[in-house]
């Protein structure tokens, strides 16, 4: 796909804060014209023709291209940063951290960060920031180094304010529950973000959406036909089990593989599915079970259930399911 002058794209203007390196005014523009656009970012169309990495301009550069690009936003002596917006729209409904960890940080508003710093001269530029904090005493840190003298090099450090050290230890503590206890799910995600300092209900918003868009945080997702009687079983479990099933094998698909219609077209034609249902789970625990080097469809013993009931990640959704009228 290559841009046309009747395709529109949208892109972001940061301005940095020359204190804390983090945006400090931002404006949002939509063009057209990524030619003008390229021009005065000094880039070629094979490069980037689509115009989908970060660029940093100097005052004067950032100057130029507003002039070109007849957009409204006086940035001063600032650095500035431009990225593509690839649909803000649908996100989350409140700040997320990232990119602004040191000032919310120095508010009080982020009360844990985890960084990490390459030997890029951005990071290493950012890093200085969040020493010179560390040196005033305004954050508390602890840091690793990974790959040192290597250009791999990589400064994992972790910051809070003052008198919120505790919430590193806080940290380790909940990915070492998560190592013994089956791996991560919905309940340590949530108390890692509220350890960020992120609010209750932007906890509820997060957590909605990976459910909604299954993007492997919490292990394998799989989706399974159940009859009527394993639908009710499911809701006497509290959504917290899979059910039994007659019959020796229990077929599954890689959740991404099965599309809505095929899961309609299954309501319509079978009368014995009565509903569709995901559940995540490690890949491990499927290993002795099902070949996971294929993906799609497994058969999977029906004898394996009671241990895929024992190693969830989270409970299980009912994605798609038969209603008295829907195929009358």
């Given at each position: 796909m290559t841009g046309t002058a009747d395709t529109a794209f949208a892109f972001v203007?940061?301005?940095?804060?020359?204190?804390?390196?983090?945006?400090c005014l931002a404006t949002r523009f939509v063009t057209s014209d990524l030619v003008?656009?390229?021009q005065n970012l000094s880039i070629d169309a094979a490069d980037d023709p689509l115009i989908d990495n970060v660029y940093t301009l100097a005052p004067p550069d950032a100057a130029?291209?507003?002039?070109?690009?007849?957009?409204?936003?006086?940035?001063?002596?600032?650095?500035?940063?431009?990225?593509?917006?690839?649909?803000?729209?649908?996100?989350?409904?409140?700040?997320?951290?990232?990119?602004?960890?040191l000032p919310l940080l120095l508010q009080g508003r982020k009360k844990f960060a985890v960084m990490?710093?390459?030997?890029?001269?951005?990071?290493?530029?950012?890093?200085?920031?969040?020493?010179?904090?560390?040196?005033?005493?305004?954050?508390?840190?602890?840091?690793?180094?990974?790959?040192?003298?290597?250009?791999?090099?990589?400064?994992?450090?972790?910051?809070?304010?003052?008198?919120?050290?505790?919430?590193?230890?806080?940290?380790?503590?909940i990915?070492?529950?998560?190592?013994?206890?089956?791996?991560?799910?919905?309940?340590?995600?949530?108390?890692l973000g509220m350890l960020m300092g992120y609010e209750?209900?932007?906890?509820?918003?997060?957590?909605?959406?990976?459910?909604?868009?299954?993007?492997?945080?919490?292990?394998?997702?799989?989706?399974?036909?159940?009859?009527r009687a394993g639908l009710e079983w499911i809701a006497h479990a509290g959504n917290r089990a899979l059910p039994p099933i007659e019959g020796d094998i229990f077929i599954v698909a890689s959740t991404h593989m099965l599309q809505d219609e095929t899961m309609q077209f299954a309501l319509r034609d079978n009368p014995h599915i009565d509903a569709f249902v995901q559940f995540n789970i490690d890949g491990r625990h499927l290993i002795p079970h099902a070949d996971m080097r294929v993906g799609g469809?497994?058969?999977?013993?029906?004898?394996?259930?009671?241990?895929?009931?024992?190693?969830?990640?989270?409970?299980?959704?009912?994605?798609?399911?038969?209603?008295?009228?829907?195929?009358?």
């Open positions: 203007l940061n301005a940095l804060d020359p204190d804390l390196l983090s945006p003008t656009l390229r130029a291209l507003c002039a070109a690009m007849q957009i409204d936003f006086d940035s001063g002596p600032a650095i500035v940063t431009l990225h593509k917006d690839n649909g803000s729209r649908g996100g989350p409904p409140y700040l997320v951290h990232t990119g602004w960890e990490h710093f390459t030997t890029r001269a951005d990071h290493v530029a950012l890093k200085r920031r969040f020493d010179h904090f560390v040196a005033m005493g305004q954050l508390h840190a602890e840091e690793h180094v990974s790959g040192e003298g290597t250009r791999h090099q990589t400064i994992h450090a972790v910051y809070t304010p003052p008198g919120d050290a505790w919430r590193i230890e806080a940290d380790k503590l990915h070492r529950c998560a190592g013994l206890s089956g791996g991560w799910n919905e309940h340590y995600e949530r108390l209750d209900w932007q906890n509820d918003w997060w957590l909605e959406e990976l459910a909604k868009h299954d993007k492997g945080w919490f292990g394998i997702s799989l989706t399974a036909a159940v009859t469809t497994y058969a999977l013993p029906a004898s394996a259930i009671p241990e895929l009931n024992r190693h969830l990640r989270r409970p299980v959704r009912i994605v798609a399911q038969r209603s008295s009228s829907a195929f009358e």
